[in-house]
């Protein structure tokens, strides 16, 4: 047992009222430890994988686990075997669906921990941008395993945080081989925690190279062929959405579609509030259709507003596209999600004022003209309906912004280089 565990169960005792009264919480926690006990993290990586020692990637969720698409490819190419571990539902999908080796990571206490890495016996652990799981950390250390965090970040709320435990955070950091950060301000925030400086180093976004290239008219007509749009329709889309946001997004497209022939489709970024979606939809006199049931063959192109209510199909429907907005950004709280894979695909991007954890991204795609950072449902109106009215400055805008993605890949290749030296250092 150490510190940790002692830290957690107090964690638990005082936040049990919490678990009380929220199921989903509540589910997700006895789930996995019911998973842990039952050891089949275990039994999974080792029936339904062909590992000798392989490379450890913790990918907490969907985010995360696109991140490292680039980098378990390549650790692949080198002959490594890669075991990823998530901690959601929609990680964990996620990895399956792009074909990976994935289990669910135990719960970071000592019991469940201990066992899962003695079996393993990875060669290494890659903890993705930040999950500092002190048990996890603890054990690996103590089993000699290198433990690099790749693809490093700090948001600014995560920073305050961190340093009111400073002590606890910096005992994980210390234990760690190397970090690798996106850019030189996350550099002097891991210091600033108390990493070693001389383990710490700027290597880039690795989500820059895990985005898709740009969509090809081709690849564009197809996706709109297939959910019925016209050739003369523009299309809004919303990704990981919440329903504030969903509800600005419902109101700009009735007031745009008054003078243009549109459609909207919208992604939600959770999935606990699609019956109040449709809810707000029907409200507004406006047809919809569930991407669940054009999967499963019920298809009708009469829909105004396409509801995306599945896993991993957001990048894919951008293609269909003409201009994005990405959620997380027109209210406080979240800090906005990723405007990678839009820009990427060549969308101009439209977003709200609150986007911390994407901040050196945005005043790249700013920069280059392509992103616009709005302050109300208004201004969505009013950016959304000038990209409607001027075609060449949203093909600028788009191109803009896949050719500033373009420029910056390459950061899995540092990654790689890095992990081969610790791994000769060890040996």
């Known amino acids: 047992m150490t510190a940790f565990d002692f830290l957690y169960g107090v964690l638990l005792i005082l936040f049990s009222p919490f678990f009380l009264v929220n199921r989903r919480l509540r589910q997700g926690f006895f789930s996995r430890i019911v998973r842990s006990l039952t050891g089949s993290n275990n039994r999974c990586c080792f029936t339904e994988t062909r590992y000798g020692a392989p490379i450890l990637i913790h990918a907490v969720s969907v985010g995360e686990v696109v991140a490292a698409l680039p980098l378990i490819k390549s ?5 490594f075997d890669v075991l990823v571990t998530t901690a959601t539902e929609r990680g964990f999908l996620t990895a399956r669906k792009n074909g990976l080796d994935v289990v669910y990571a135990p719960l970071d206490f000592s019991y469940f921990v201990r066992p899962f890495l003695r079996e393993l016996k990875p060669l290494a652990l890659i903890l993705i941008e930040l999950e500092l799981w002190p048990n996890l950390i603890f054990w690996a250390h103590s089993s000699k395993v ?41 550099v002097e925030r891991f210091v600033d925690l108390g990493a070693k400086k001389e383990k710490v180093f700027m290597g880039g976004n690795m989500k820059y190279d895990s985005a898709p290239k740009k ?3 081709q690849e564009r007509n197809r996706v709109r062929e297939e959910l019925g749009i016209r050739d003369d329709e523009f299309v809004l889309i919303g990704g990981s959405t919440y329903l504030v946001e969903e509800k600005t997004l419902l109101d700009s497209f009735v007031s745009l579609r008054k003078d243009s022939k549109m459609r909207l489709i919208l992604a939600p970024r959770q999935t606990d509030h699609f019956d109040e979606l449709i809810s707000e939809i029907k409200k507004r006199g406006l047809r919809y259709l569930n991407r669940s049931a054009t999967k499963t063959g019920t298809f009708s192109s009469d829909w105004d507003v396409y509801v995306v209510d599945t896993v991993g199909d957001l990048v894919y429907l951008y293609g269909g596209a003409d201009v994005a907005f990405v959620g997380g950004t027109l209210f406080e709280g979240k800090g906005g999600h990723s405007v990678i894979e839009p820009a990427a695909c060549g969308l101009p991007v439209v977003i709200g004022e609150h986007y911390e954890n994407f901040r050196d991204t945005v005043v790249l795609l700013s920069a280059c003209g392509g992103l616009r950072v709005v302050k109300s449902g208004e201004e969505v109106t009013s950016v959304v309906k000038r990209f409607i009215e001027d075609e060449n400055e949203r093909k600028r805008a788009g191109e803009s912004c896949a050719r500033a993605i373009d420029l910056h890949r390459g950061a899995t290749e540092r990654v790689v280089s890095y992990l081969k030296g610790v791994l000769r250092t060890e040996e």
Not at 75 to 79: K, R, S, T, Y
């Open 75 to 79: 650790l692949e190419n080198e002959g």
């Open 146 to 186: 290198p433990i690099l965090i790749v693809n490093g970040r700090i948001s600014d709320e995560s920073f305050r945080n961190y340093r009111a435990f400073k002590l606890f955070v910096s005992s994980s950091l210390r234990r760690v081989s190397l970090i690798l950060c996106q850019n030189n301000l996350y």
């Open 215 to 217: 969509v090809t008219e």
